[in-house]
């Protein structure tokens, strides 16, 4: 979280810095705020929420100077205003900082017994402050050098000198850092996606590295201060689509797109001719890999959860799956015979990250299913597996869960043929009805005035629970995460047959609960699982696939019925409903619905 700008030209730039904080608001929008130098002196313009504050500022039009760096917040030490907002500066240093220090405490009494005066409540300051008083006795790089030396933590950093006019020092850490190359001006950025308006020539900062950056040279340093020389990389030029069109939020237009998204997917990965899948230049033979472990956060975990249930169904393969939070600090079994899977849409999570890299340095077999191909954990696994679905814009994730399922889906079938888990027939099959789910999503889309409907009294409910069993409970918690992330209403998701093992005491009159009940092999189960709920008092809004067969069931409160497909592939179309309940909910509520509260669209802290 936090976007990190920074621009030494030879021109003015503060308005190419404001533009390319609008880029880097979905990384966090407490606060924003930008700092040039100009007559020898820091200038330094802040302000508490969106970009569109900070523009407001009258200052902001005759802000001078060629050299800057701005910054957008997702607050971690002290609460999100103006005072804490970045960039913090003394009279001869300001720091723009993406991660957590966490030895500032100690950092900060050592700095106040030097004498140092502090304004914010933030972590950030201390590094202001070390540099401050490094560079009394020291040039600049070793002023950098003995600054990073003494935080702990994880930092991406972008630092301007009052008494250096000419240029910008980046800074990494566990925080991804990005450099940019242009015509008589250089960038530095957190993510390419930010300096993608500006150039398409890139280079990114390996973990402890730091950089000089001047408008006509760029100078990377290890972390013991030797010179590294570092490779350029071109960008795509893909032109992509950051417009929302016609509708009214990024998540509405997400939504709506899922049927392009699948689209995309099948075109890349089904062989038409062949009825095969087509996963390119595999790595490792197929008796290298009885063992597969799928690592995500939030959305990408819950589509994890979702798969582990199609390994188990085609394949022989063991399979696992963990919160990347978790497994970064268990002690882990690694096994050279399991696939390590890392499934993130931005492919910057800094916990997904941090499970990478572990996994890496164990010499473990690493994948990634991302999104964005440019990212860190794209970057450092062994194979990828894109997404293909465009740049996703509102917080809650849509398309990409979707498209983190398909690509899940066909390793999953993939490697159950392969290994001959399945027969060809039955191969074959899955891959015709795979083809069928673009057509079934648009038609599950235009199946939207019950749920529309159901959302007014989602929005009234104090609380809300889904259940699921089988691969309808992961789609259960990702309902469940969506209504509360976007409704700020307490949501459960539940396995429907854990309900009697304490959740049933929160059932009370007029609660709603979401039932999610395919008619699959649990079917039965759920149905009776969902009369106890409704004996309780709950109003049930029941989520099933269409059927010659009537549901047989009583005082049911509203039934949605998504379109028909083989059992595997229900969880794309029960996602549809839920997405939309969320939305609506939030509208109803009158909510931000695509820069939700408190939250950030890429977690780049752990
Ligand atoms: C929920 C949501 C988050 C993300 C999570 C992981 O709607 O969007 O839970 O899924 O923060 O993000 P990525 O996929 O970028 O690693």
Redesign the pocket.
Known sequence: MCGIIGITSNKPVSSAIISSLRKLEYRGYDSAGIATLSNGAINEIKSEGRVDNLEKNPLIKNMLGSVGIGHVRWATHGMPNTINAHPHSSETVSVVHNGIIENSTTLKKYLINKGHKFKSQTDTEVIVHLITEYLKENDLKNSILKMLKQLHGSFALGIIIKDQPDLIVGARRGSPLAVGYGLNENYLGSDSYALKSMTNKISYLSDGEFCIIKKNQVDFFDEIGNKVNKKVLELSSTEENYDKGEFKHFMAKEIEEQPITLKNCVKEYIDNINNDINIHNFPWKLYEINSVTLI?????YNSCLTAKYWFEELTTLDVSVDVASEFRYRINRFKKDTLYIF???????AD?YAALDLCNKNKMKTACIVNVIESSIARDSNFILPIHCGPEIG???TK?FLGQLFVLYIMALKLAFLKKNITKDNYILKIKDLKQLPKLIKETLLNENKVRSAANTFAKAKGSMFLGRGTSYPIALEGA??LK?LSYTHAEGYPAGEMKHGPLALIENGMPVVVLAPRDKYYSKIISNMQEVIARGAKVLLITNKSKDEVVSENIWETIEVENINDDLIPFLLTIPIQKLAYYTALKKGHDIDKPRNLAK??TVE
């Open positions: 995500g956060c939030g959305s990408a499934v993130s849409q931005s492919g910057e999570t997904t917080v809650a994730s990409a995460l969506k992330e890429s977690v």
